[in-house]
């Protein structure tokens, strides 16, 4: 690596630079978060709400409207530390750039969250002071462990009746298995939030209520109630750092002293390492805490250079691993992971750098197509407002325009550099409905917006029905689905009408099973000849298809193997109960025979396929329903009403918790028995429950409902 890995003529070192994501539940407030911290770095002069359809992040028309946030929204800005008396913070000398993601909250937005985390050095994982830990939290949690992101938690909505810091601290570290600590304590709670202990340095900072934007703030000894909670965060903080940092450690039972510069750096290589999460508590609507919980980002979160190089692998040889070096002086690497159609520009592509540097007219090369494409234009992203750039460097996150051949994880790299980086992975969809257009003249634009749509949703596909003719878009939910079509109308000027939303359901097989398939055609001059012995067994849930070669012999000449291998990956795409995808099975390929002048590619294939779907109905297939994971928050007074709901549903009761006056029932429920849920539970409630649900797993559908879908699809149940 180069004694310094930052160009001279860049505006921010590395060091002074943060990537991080504001993550959460929906509704925990991770848009109001972001919109005060875009005030008090003085990004923006006036704060929106997201009530008011008002906020920086939230700029689609669907987003003001429903007071939700849709899609990642990136913005860049500045903050510089503020020295106080007594207190030494890290970063002191000069303003440090701070790239944030604001990602969405609803379930069905997911792949917003998992492909920003991707990118993402660092994050702030919001949570209700009431609500605590919710379904999509844990979600959140799990992909930001996958990606090794290192987190702060901020536990918002102090404010808020019923908040409690302490339930909720206690939450993250039961049911998260975070190994948390206090570091900004609340000074009362709901109408009486006041401030935030500080716990390093042992001091109180008090918000000034006459200041209505919370600019103002001060700084005092804390009083004797107070002090005894600080001690005794300050002990417990003390002993965590002590056994996860070496360096604290050592000091620590050696008995010698440990400064508060000592802990801090201790903290920073603790969570930085994942090995500690740090816990602050405030209000970002009533601007309580969010100037303090900046500075734990500066102090805390890691810099470009504090995470290990990206590891990339070599596209024609997958054992030999490629080290992407954090340095504006290496050969330029990027991660492409997400696209956008934006009206006025065209085809926008968000990459991060993670190597190297990038000129606007410069040329980057695709290892995934093999073709190098002129850059236009750089731009960096202010939500929906753009900055032109001449140069993007190492730790950047920003947008290209002009580049054509490129889809979300593509690695981007210097001509001819041949490194691939580990793309974001995401689920499969969950719902599909039938979509036509009203009239003759938007038959073409439909095609083309839908094809535009699912570039940019990795979520969202879309297909032709074979028997039917009918397009099906499938996505993550009815809520997704909805906004897709609102966006049909609004950005493509589409209209459409849809069908009823139907389930993703899947097929399996529960037995082992041997089968063979033959296609023998004689007609006159060259025939077709293709012949496959195979078995079939389950595969370990979640394996997909595994496919193992046993042929002996030259049974099957090897350059008609592929030829099998693809007609048995066809295969798994219709099941015989209803026509439905088939997941999680085992292949042997046995053998099998060829004739020399009949065999080709295609009798093989199609022999394959053959085999395949005498071996399914032999193997017991059973048809497999996604299960939802639900949370209903009801007043105590609705609780029976609503469990009993649940269970016509077919709901499984999971557990049920008390929080104040409120109960929490957890319980996995079908998809199918969940269309229609919102206006029932409000019904029930009188509009006092909220719920949330998020995909869970599959499960055999019951044999009773067995025939009604797939009579739905038009079919008979045969097996």
């Known amino acids: 690596m180069s004694s310094d890995p930052n160009s001279p003529d860049r505006q921010y070192p590395l060091q002074r630079t943060r990537n991080i994501g504001i993550c959460a539940h929906i509704d925990a407030g991770k848009t109001t978060l972001t919109e005060r911290i875009l005030f008090y770095t003085g990004m923006i002069h006036k704060i929106g709400e997201v009530h008011d359809g008002a906020a920086t992040t939230d700029w689609m028309e669907q987003e003001k409207e429903r007071g939700i946030t849709i899609t990642s929204a990136a913005v860049t800005t500045e903050w510089w530390q503020r020295k106080e008396e007594g207190v030494t913070k890290l970063f002191t000398e000069e303003k440090m750039r ?55 938690v901020f536990v918002n909505k102090m404010d808020r009746t019923g908040a409690n810091f302490q339930s909720v601290f206690e939450e993250v570290k039961e049911k998260l298995g975070a190994n948390a600590v206090r570091i900004l304590i609340p000074i009362g709670a709901e109408d009486q939030l006041k401030g935030q202990i500080d716990v390093v340095n042992q001091k ?42 070496e360096q604290v450690g050592e ?26 999460v740090p816990v602050a508590g405030g209000s970002a609507f009533k601007n309580k805490g969010v100037q303090y919980l900046l500075d734990a980002v500066a102090d805390y979160l890691p810099n470009p250079l504090d995470i290990p190089s990206a590891i990339g692998m070599d596209p024609d040889n997958e054992e030999r691993k490629i080290e992407v070096i954090t340095d504006d002086n290496q050969k330029f690497v990027s991660l492409a992971f997400k696209l956008w159609a934006d009206k006025f520009v065209g085809k926008l592509v968000f990459f991060r750098v993670y190597s190297g540097k990038i000129k606007k007219g410069d040329t980057v090369y695709n290892p995934r197509t093999r073709r190098a494409e002129r850059v236009g234009r750089l731009i960096r992203i202010q939500s929906n407002t753009h900055t032109d750039v001449d140069c993007c460097y190492s730790g950047d996150i920003a947008a290209m325009v002009g580049i054509k051949n490129v889809t979300t994880g593509d690695t981007l790299a210097a001509e001819n550099h041949d490194v691939v980086l580990e ?21 073409e634009k439909l095609a083309l917006a839908l094809g535009r749509l699912s570039e940019e949703d990795p979520t969202f596909m879309v297909k032709t029905d074979e028997e039917t003719g009918q397009t099906i878009i499938s996505g993550m939910g009815e809520l997704h689905l909805e906004i897709i079509v609102d966006r049909l109308k609004r950005e493509f000027k589409v209209e459409a009408n849809t069908g009823a939303p139907q389930i993703a359901y899947r097929e399996t097989i529960t037995a082992p099973a041997a089968a063979e398939g033959k296609l023998v055609k004689q007609s006159g001059g060259r025939g077709q000849y293709g012949h496959v012995r195979l078995t079939v067994a389950p595969n370990e849930k979640g394996k997909g298809l595994t ?39 085992h292949v042997d390929i046995l053998g099998g025979s060829y004739h020399d002048v ?79 849920y919102s206006t029932a539970v409000r019904t029930l409630s009188s509009g006092r429950a909220s719920y949330s649900m998020t995909p869970s797993h599959f499960e055999q559908v019951p044999n009773n409902i067995v025939d009604e879908i797939v009579s739905e699809r038009g079919g008979t149940a045969r097996y």
């Open 547 to 585: 496919i193992e070669n046993k042929i002996v012999g030259g049974e099957i000449p090897k350059e008609y193997v592929n030829a099998v291998y693809k007609g048995v990956n066809e295969s798994m795409s219709n099941g015989i109960i209803a026509g439905y995808p088939v997941i999680d099975v």
């Open 251 to 276: 000091k620590f039972l050696m008995e010698e002293p440990i400064s508060k510069e000592d802990l801090k750096q201790g903290i920073r290589r603790a969570t930085i390492a994942n090995h500690l």
């Open 98 to 152: 701070v790239n944030i993601i604001d990602t969405p909250g609803h379930v069905d937005f997911t792949a917003e969250v998992e492909r920003s985390l991707r990118v993402l050095d660092g994050a702030i994982v919001v949570f209700c002071g009431v609500a605590g830990v919710q379904p999509q939290t844990e979600t959140v949690w799990r992909q930001a462990t996958k990606y090794n992101v290192p987190r702060l």
């Open 204 to 245: 109180a900072v008090y918000y000034n209520d006459d200041d209505k934007f919370g600019s103002t703030y001060t700084v005092q000894d804390l009083d004797e109630e107070q002090n005894l909670i600080a001690q005794e965060a300050y002990a417990e903080l003390l002993d965590a750092v002590a056994s996860v940092d």
């Open 598 to 676: 009949d065999s080709n590619e295609n009798a093989f294939t199609m022999a394959a396929i053959f085999g395949m779907k005498e071996a399914f109905k032999k193997a017991k297939p059973i048809l497999l329903e996604p299960i939802m994971a639900v949370e209903v928050s009801t007043p105590e007074d609705y609780q029976g009403d609503v469990m009993g709901d649940l269970n016509r549903r077919r709901g499984q009761i999971t557990s049920i918790d008390t929080k104040g006056k409120l109960a929490v029932v957890r319980c996995a429920v079908p998809l199918k028995e969940m269309f229609g």
């Open 423 to 443: 793309p974001p992975t995401f689920p499969e969809p969950v719902i599909s409905m039938a979509v036509e257009p009203k009239t003759k003249a938007d038959q």
